[in-house]
């Protein structure tokens, strides 16, 4: 290649290309010829040679993608490298919580560090693109891709964007950085009763409120690349929604970078009846804006018919390929196929160890800790450590864990052995996952027997959250009912180190438990940040980012529901609420405990009044009254009890952390602005409306417990833009 600016090289590329090497470059496969694999088949290399294929999904071995890039580089006729991707979600070879995990810190620093960490050890194998961040609020526990989300929250999940695209992309040329994709655009998490892949039809101003704004913040944040989601919206399939891709994210927003379909979804366009054949389907995809075709084989079949029989203008191609080729210059893969990753790298294993166990400590939600059985006190006793997922490398990874090797990751029980040495730790699984067995029963329970504290570890393996994971009844399997059940009848104290990718419907068990953490799936140092909480070396500070429902029948569930004209009162039959189930969640959103108790003081604002493109501060004083070191997040919300159109009845609008120390005090701020106080109209255009403003700061979203002031939205002159709110 040579090295004049990227734009003429760009240009002169497009000019000497065929219209078959064009589509080649917005043609994906899979590694292995469609299975994934270590390295591209002979025909997949021909293509390669032919300029027929410009990206690859799922190649692992470094061999492999040095062997692809040499023939794209040196025997392709115009020597354009490959774009290599991979699913790089939470971890490369060191995994950390998943994303759901990661939101209950609510930690933008440590969100961008482990996505840091991630992109330096996939860029040094080769890999120039990433698959996450995954910017689906999900609502629904039933959906399993919840596990890969960053929770309920809009105002969460755009901070989530933000952090992920700084952490994957950093200085995008520099060698050991990944692009980012923003996934699954959108409204994905609302997904017809919780059930993968189903349609979506929600209102216009619940997109635009809810789904949207964390995709609108990766794009402000720079984010590389944006993967339309496989649901229809209202009829429309994302892949083929032009107002939404076109009108509203590349004119309105400005993404000027690539879109990848998700998995075969341009094929899909057929099945959702949308599409007669691949021509056409081709067509509505590039219409929309799609440039790269995953998997589907549609564009190599479809584009060149659709172009030759005027379905589409080249120029929308030949617009296509721009967009690949810069994304390529500015990895810097046409200057070097392997933009400097053929170096060694600096050795950062340890530290990136070192944060997977932070992080992962980090994510642990202590739900519930009857008579303070946590942290474990004493020596020399004995702890029976239980249950399926007790001694479960592999399902510590969770779903979509990259390069992460199970023999590679800490167990519950080796980092509980480590951690407590003056303790006798026996262990029986008790059962498998979602099958029992009468021996491995009475073991357990002879072991919870003699122990003085029982360590139940129980939840799902990590092939029930995630992708096509759908669950109707979102609970534990029977078998481990019935060993929970049993362990519960001896009168033991028990905790429970629940892990799954979603909170799980268990009503009955936090009836019997004295404690339990949702421990998620917490990566690659599971055990060893496990064995920190329950020793109490770490004070767990882990809040809740999604409610956590009593029974299916409450979901979707979420604390920003809009006030109904019959709020619940359980006195008066004619309101809105369960005949059988109470209306709120097991624990709110937020919820989440620590060894040391937090008081909250007053709240103060700076102004009692804020005009427009002002903001104000937001202090809370916050004491440490408890016995141990610990740091409490409190949560910003608003409420605007009075508008042209019903706001919902809490809104999240900022987060804060403070670390004390017992009998210490200190005070948290927020800042907030008119920005954030303005919400959006059906078109997704923000408005903002004078009048006053409920501003709370509290633990959780449970109302009672929040502070509360009232700020006046000052009268302005009506026709503001948005730009005239910050
Ligand atoms: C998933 C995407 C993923 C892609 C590539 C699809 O099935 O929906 O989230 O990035 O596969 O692996």
Redesign the pocket.
């Known amino acids: 290649m040579t090295h004049e600016a990227p734009d003429m090289r760009i240009e002169a590329l497009l000019q000497a290309m065929t219209l078959e090497e064009k589509v080649g470059q917005l043609t994906m496969v899979r590694g292995g010829a469609g299975a994934g694999g270590p390295e591209l088949s002979p025909e997949q290399l021909d293509d390669v040679r032919a300029g027929r294929l410009g990206s690859i999904?799922?190649i692992w071995a470094k061999d492999g993608i040095r062997r692809a890039q040499d023939v794209a580089v040196n025997e392709s006729r115009l020597g354009i490298p490959l774009l290599v991707t991979l699913?790089v979600l939470h971890g490369y070879t060191t995994i950390f919580p998943i994303p759901l995990g990661e939101a209950a810190a609510f930690d933008p620093v440590l969100w961008e560090a482990t996505a840091r960490a991630a992109a330096v050890e996939a860029a040094a194998a080769h890999i120039a693109l990433t698959?996450a961040p995954m910017l689906d609020v999900a609502r629904d526990p039933r959906w399993g891709r919840i596990a890969e989300s960053p929770g309920e929250d809009p105002w969460v999940a755009a901070r989530f964007a933000e952090a992920k695209v700084r952490g994957f992309q950093h200085e995008l040329a520099a060698p050991d950085t990944l692009a980012a994709t923003a996934?699954?655009l959108g409204a994905y998490g609302a997904v017809t009763a919780g059930r993968e892949y189903a349609s979506v039809d929600i209102s216009a101003r619940s997109l635009h409120e809810v789904h949207l704004p964390a995709f609108a913040a990766a794009v402000a944040a720079g984010v590389a690349a944006i993967?339309p989601a496989?649901n229809d919206l209202a009829g429309v399939p994302m892949t083929a929604n032009a107002a939404i891709l076109q009108g509203l994210v590349r004119d309105r927003w400005g993404f000027d970078g690539v879109m990848i379909s998700?998995?075969g979804a341009v094929a899909e366009l057929i099945a959702h009846g949308v599409a007669a054949d691949l021509a056409e389907a081709a067509a509505l995809a590039m219409q929309a804006g799609v440039d790269i075709d995953?998997v589907s084989d549609v564009y190599p079949k479809g584009l060149a018919a659709a172009v030759h029989s005027g379905l589409i203008a080249e120029a929308l191609v030949d617009a296509a390929v721009r967009r690949v080729l810069t994304l390529k210059a500015r990895l810097g893969l046409l200057d070097d196929a392997l933009r400097g990753s053929s170096k060694a790298p600096p050795d950062r294993r340890q530290a990136h160890r070192d944060l997977a166990r932070d992080a992962a400590r980090r994510a642990i939600v202590l739900l519930q800790n009857h008579g303070d059985l946590l942290p474990l006190r004493g020596e020399g006793k004995h702890l029976a450590v239980i249950g399926p997922l007790a001694d479960a490398q592999k399902d510590m990874l969770g779903p979509w864990y990259a390069a992460g090797r199970a023999d590679d990751t800490v167990s519950f029980l080796s980092g509980i052995r480590d951690a407590l040495p003056g303790w006798r730790i026996s262990h029986e699984a008790g059962c498998g996952i979602e099958t029992a067995d009468a021996g491995q029963f009475a073991a357990a329970l002879q072991a919870a027997r003699n122990a003085d504290v029982v360590l139940l570890c129980l939840g799902e393996a990590a092939g029930m959250s995630g992708?096509s994971a759908s669950r109707a009844r979102p609970d534990l399997p029977a078998c481990q009912r019935r060993l929970a059940e049993a362990v519960f009848g001896l009168g033991k104290p028990v905790a429970v180190a629940l892990g799954a990718g979603r909170p799980l419907t268990v009503p009955w068990l936090f009836e019997k438990a004295d404690a339990v953490l949702a421990t998620w799936f917490l990566g690659s140092e599971a055990g060893s940040a496990l064995a920190d909480v329950l020793t109490g070396a770490w004070n767990p500070g882990g809040k809740l980012p999604v409610s956590w429902p009593v029974a299916v029948g409450q979901m979707p569930i979420f604390y920003g529901q809009r006030p109904t004209g019959r709020p619940a009162d359980p006195a008066n039959r004619y309101t809105s609420q369960y005949l059988d189930i109470p209306v709120a969640p097991l624990f709110p959103f937020g919820h989440g405990l620590s060894y040391t108790r937090f008081l909250y003081g007053d709240l103060r604002l700076s102004a009692a009044e804020m005009s427009l493109g002002e903001s104000v501060t937001v202090e809370v004083d916050i004491a440490n009254d408890g016995p141990a070191q610990g740091e409490e997040t409190a949560f910003l919300f608003i409420r605007d009890p009075l508008a042209s159109i019903a706001r919902p009845v809490l809104e999240l609008k900022g987060m804060a952390k403070i670390a004390l120390a017992p009998a210490a005090s200190g005070t948290v701020r927020f800042a907030l602005s008119c920005a954030e106080v303005a919400f959006p109209d059906a078109e997704g255009r923000p408005v903002l409306e004078a009048g006053i403003i409920e501003v709370l700061v509290g633990p959780s979203a449970e109302r009672e417990r929040m502070l509360k002031a009232v700020l006046q939205i000052a009268p302005f002159n009506e026709g503001a833009t948005a730009a005239d709110l910050k």
């Open positions: 999904l799922d699913d698959y996934k699954h993967m496989f998700d998995f995953m992708e």
